[in-house]
């Protein structure tokens, strides 16, 4: 059986605290399609895309995020 690290469907919803229908609700899955992957040793291409890029995207939220901060930050600072 494949270890919770090697499964990206259990790390993932494990990581972000996430229910699997969360997670599945998140990459446009469904509960049961999301639950059989997180058993299975290997998931469809397609699923395994759709996580990496809502990995990717809440990770370019954050940047975004922290820039924003910054910006504001700096407009603070300069008085504008």
Same mark, same amino acid.
């Given at each position: 059986?494949?270890?919770?690290? $090697?499964?990206?469907? #259990?790390?993932?919803?494990?990581? /972000? ?5 969360? /997670? ?10 999301? !639950?059989?992957?997180? /058993? ?8 395994? #895309?759709?996580?990496?890029?809502? $990995?990717?995207? $809440?990770?370019? !939220?954050? #940047? ?13 600072? /300069?008085?504008?």
């Amino acid at each position: 059986m494949m270890s919770e690290e $090697l499964n990206i469907v #259990k790390a993932t919803a494990k990581r /972000l605290g996430m229910t699997y229908r969360q /997670l599945g609700e998140a990459v446009g899955y469904s509960e049961g399609a999301i !639950k059989n992957a997180a /058993l299975a040793l290997e998931i469809s291409p397609s699923m395994q #895309k759709a996580i990496d890029l809502y $990995l990717e995207n $809440l990770e370019l !939220k954050q #940047k975004l995020q922290t820039s924003e901060n910054f910006k504001q930050h700096l407009k603070d600072f /300069l008085g504008n």
